[in-house]
């Protein structure tokens, strides 16, 4: 499968890519930089918005705006008229942790998950932002709480907490959102790289985005097996998601940071947001937050 770039803009840790079906457009942020981008792919306008945090996650709010996993908690913002507010902070009382990846539920939840800074195992935990706008514990010692996307019968729940290098498949109750009976569904072996973000497609199958892995890899959940992978130009892939308008184009996120200069002229294209366009599979639309 062919990748090309989107534009030249290089992320030093690009993530949580979204797909906005109603504006036709890709939005992504850059964790380290605070920045939350917008790429509309038919007119090429490329608009960058600075949280002044670092950012782990967002999602598209039904009702217009953002829900962002900010490094200080759960935000409310207005990119056009420059706002953001604070809804909670569950983790106030710990300044060495940030938040990482972050999704809505098909009930419109959004759920976000937090990492130690200085990659500490077990200090992170995943939470969810209800739609009152409260915000619950889900899973607790997590390492760095990464990847989400649930099944196409809303069933299952999977989750990958990248420090396990597994895939794990939940229970889970799309009414009340509680998760349950946890299962190893899909291992990466270590020597391939990390599983960080992923998405599902049409035919329920995960496209895991592995760091230091150069590569996205297509997995079975069911059976465990990987089916296919596509390979980039970048060591650290961090996430993907489907979208344009068949929802058939592969947005991949990917990162920079941490490279040696030896190994940056190796990889001009680290930090790029890659597109693999018509890839021959379809996503699901992006759910957005119903709060
Ligand atoms: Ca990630």
């Not at 990748?3 to 504006?23: F, I, S, T, Y």
């Not at 072996?189 to 592995?210: H, Q």
């Not at 590569?215 to 993907?240: D, H, M, W, Y």
């Amino acid at each position: 499968m062919i990748w090309e770039v989107v534009n030249n803009h290089k992320c030093a840790l690009g993530e949580g890519p979204v797909w906005d079906h109603d504006k036709n457009r890709i939005l992504w942020v850059d964790i380290l930089e605070g920045e939350i981008h917008q790429f509309y792919p038919e007119s090429r306008l490329h608009h960058v918005y600075k949280t002044g945090q670092k950012t782990g996650a967002i999602a598209l709010k039904k009702s217009g705006g953002i829900i962002a996993a900010l490094e200080n908690g759960f935000y409310e913002i207005d990119i056009d008229n420059q706002l953001q507010n604070l809804i909670y902070n569950p983790e106030e009382h710990l300044p060495d942790n940030r938040f990482n990846d972050g999704k809505c539920d098909p009930a419109g939840r959004f759920w976000a998950g937090t990492m130690a800074m200085n990659d500490m195992p077990g200090a992170g935990k995943l939470y969810v932002l209800e739609k009152d706008l409260s915000v619950a514990t889900k899973i607790e010692h997590v390492g760095c709480s990464n990847g989400l996307a649930w099944s196409l019968d809303q069933k299952i729940f999977y989750y990958i907490d990248t420090l396990t290098q597994n895939v794990i498949t939940y229970n889970f109750d799309i009414s009340t959102g509680h998760i349950a009976n946890p299962k190893i569904a899909v291992q990466i072996p270590k020597n391939e790289g990390y599983p960080d973000g992923m998405t599902i497609d049409s035919e329920g199958m995960l496209w895991i985005a592995v760091w230091n892995g150069w590569k996205v890899v297509r997995f079975n959940p069911l059976t465990g097996q990987k089916i296919s992978e596509i390979s980039l130009p970048a060591a650290q892939i961090t996430s993907c998601t489907f979208g344009g308008k068949d929802l058939t184009d592969l947005y991949i996120t990917s990162a920079k940071t941490g490279l040696t200069p030896e190994q940056l002229k190796k990889q001009p294209y680290a930090g790029s947001l890659f597109v693999v366009k018509n890839s021959g599979y379809q996503g699901l639309k992006t759910h957005q937050f119903l709060g």
